[in-house]
């Protein structure tokens, strides 16, 4: 699958999700570029999950308008679904089986031919250095390895859009920085990066940084842009300003 180019890959108005009386998600509006790293930031509660969930196809807005990839929220989720890759907080990798076999199995899942998959697998190893663990199962790897194979498969079919749930817990900061190199490389070929983390100094990584508060984005800018509008040295200070209120 080839990666198809949108000036906004990711276009949202008037997001709504409703639980019962709960608003989960009141009113979001943003979009996000081709080629762009965007930070989604949040206090747990604050609305993000829930919306990332959206995002990715897996939940229906209660009211709103979104599009992913060119793809209707209502009527197309599961074209959404094909578009986008997804690394979750736990890297979504088979732990008993080999390097070269979880690659095997999600090229089969996404549709690759076996000479994509084969030549998918041989460029990772590569890539990654991992001729030393080519026989080892995924349990055994290091878990700055296990972090960059799982962004890999998320991008193995070469989605337009990556949403990417705090890919970087655990880990020590020279591998977080190796992983955000990862990052810069796949956004400077086109690819759409939408991150969620806890890392205030990784929010500073991004081209655009949002700021969610009680189901409301409270700040959307660059980095830079919201240093200077609130007054403060960093992104971090920014976020407990809104946090306290």
């Not at 989604?40 to 829930?50: E, I, P, Q, R, S």
């Not at 959206?54 to 578009?83: F, N």
């Not at 997804?86 to 690759?112: C, P, V």
């Not at 880990?171 to 190796?178: A, K, L, N, S």
Request: aromatic letters at 10%; charged letters at 25%.
């Amino acid at each position: 699958m080839k990666t198809q180019l949108f000036d906004k890959p990711v276009i949202v108005r008037d997001l709504v999700k409703k639980f019962g009386s709960f608003v989960a998600n009141d009113h979001l509006n943003f979009d996000v570029n081709t080629g762009e790293i965007f930070g989604f930031l949040g206090a747990n509660g604050a609305g993000k999950t829930t919306a990332i969930k959206i995002l990715c196809g897996l939940s229906e807005p209660t009211s709103g308008h979104v599009e992913i990839a060119g793809y209707d929220i209502y009527k197309q989720r599961e074209k959404i679904k094909q578009s986008i890759g997804y690394m979750s907080q736990k890297f979504s990798l088979y732990h008993d089986l080999t390097i070269a076999e979880n690659i095997r199995f999600y090229g089969g899942i996404y549709g690759l031919s076996r000479q994509r998959i084969k030549e998918k697998t041989a460029d990772y190893i590569e890539r990654l250095s991992l001729q030393p663990y080519a026989k080892s199962q995924v349990h055994e790897l290091p878990l700055g390895i296990k972090q960059k194979l799982a962004f890999l498969l998320a991008i193995l079919h070469e989605p337009p859009i990556v949403f990417l749930d705090e890919p970087t817990g655990g880990v020590d900061p020279i591998t977080r920085r190796q992983f955000w190199e990862m990052i810069y490389q796949e956004a400077a070929a086109g690819k759409t990066i939408f991150v969620t983390t806890h890392y205030m100094d990784e929010a500073e990584y991004c081209h655009r940084v949002s700021i969610m508060v009680d189901g409301r984005i409270e700040a959307l800018d660059t980095p830079s842009g919201l240093k200077k509008t609130f007054g403060v040295d960093s992104v971090e200070q920014v976020f407990v300003k809104l946090a306290r209120g």
